[in-house]
């Protein structure tokens, strides 16, 4: 899959096996956390999300396995019952999210618009 979802409690493991196997594997992750993806400007978030992601696939044309990973995505895009705050960076991080996984080889940073295929990333 392109995104890959990883569940569990706190605590588990989940960063810490995800490290292991890309170390293992060999795999460079261009590595996010939810605390960068929040800000007190509308879109960053999403922008970040593009530019990671662009970074990520300039390491694979350059023929080395990378992936990006994005760590406590839930913390900083989903929603937890009434406690989270649903905002507008909220909104554009999984609208992005889901562009990404519609067309993967066409992420586009805002004010350069190439027609140019890319790499596609893993998103873990």
Known sequence: ???LGIWGGKGQGKTFQCMLAFKKLGITPIVMSAG???SGNAGEPAKLIRQRYREASDQIKKGKMCSLFINDLDAGAG???EATQYTVNNQMVNATLMNIADNPTNVQLP???KNEEIPRVPVI
Do not use: D, T
């Open 111 to 113: 004010g350069v618009y």
């Open 36 to 38: 960068e993806l929040e």
């Open 1 to 3: 899959p392109l995104i």
């Open 79 to 81: 929603r937890m019952g």
